[in-house]
């Protein structure tokens, strides 16, 4: 009977280059003062000292971030791309984010704007008996505007960090294990910016689609083909 050949069979004795690394990683972002609704009452009336805790006040704050993303856009130069909603947001921010790396420098290639679902706070007005009018806050998922700051990092390669515009703006930061270890790589003089083996791979497409969030570790192998190298991972 013949034996099953695995792909570590078929690697075994060929790997030019074996890197251990986290695949996608995210980061959740939260004021954690801010996950109840009696705690924004208190941030809005005891913190920012105003007599009622209207939901004018939420509205007011959000417009002044998004008027500070906008100036901090211009100051910099920064281009602000308006994602549609079927774009795959990565392939519409590749061309900035290669001409950030371009530059050698870390810093922001692009702010998208999207319009997506999040958990932000709604208020609920109420009046007693009298004519005293009070608020109350609980969270909803409804669609409001989110910015995604690409940047790319010297260390990490491309990077975004998602904020939402509405209170209480939670946030996601984005990294790619696999992108710190091309970029290690290629310090180190090892390959090329696209795979760390110098495979004329696709850029910042690793074919691995485990979440860092699982508990597994991501392993790459490296391995020479009649074209060059490939890498996999399993």
Not at 36 to 49: A, W
Not at 85 to 106: F, S
Not at 189 to 197: E, V
Request: aromatic fraction near 10%; glycine fraction near 8%; include cysteine.
């Amino acid at each position: 009977m013949a034996a099953t050949v695995t792909i570590n069979d078929v690697l075994d004795g060929h790997v030019g280059l074996d890197i251990e690394c986290l695949d996608r990683i995210y980061l959740n972002g939260y004021v954690p003062s801010l996950q109840m609704g009696g705690q924004v009452v208190s941030f809005l009336t005891q913190h920012l000292g105003n007599p009622i805790p209207s939901p004018a006040i939420l509205e007011k704050i959000g417009t002044a971030f998004r008027r500070a993303v906008a100036s901090f856009a211009e100051a910099h130069r920064i281009p602000v791309v308006r994602f549609a909603r079927n774009d795959r947001k990565i392939e519409v921010m590749r061309p900035y984010l290669a001409r950030q790396a371009g530059t050698g420098r870390t810093g922001v290639a692009a702010i998208g704007v999207a319009q997506e679902f999040a958990p932000v706070y709604i208020a609920t007005k109420h009046t007693g008996h009298t004519s005293a009018v009070w608020f109350s806050f609980a969270v909803s998922q409804r669609r409001v505007t989110c910015y995604y700051f690409y940047v790319w990092d010297d260390d990490f390669g491309p990077a975004f960090v998602k904020v939402c515009a509405y209170f209480p703006y939670p946030m996601k930061v984005w990294l790619n294990g696999h992108g710190w270890a091309k970029r290690q790589a290629t310090k180190a003089g090892i390959g090329s910016p696209s795979c760390p083996t110098g495979s004329p791979q696709p850029p910042i497409r690793p074919r691995c689609k485990r979440s860092a969030t699982d508990s597994a570790r991501t392993r790459s192998r490296c391995s020479p083909n009649a074209g060059g190298r490939s890498c996999r991972c399993r």
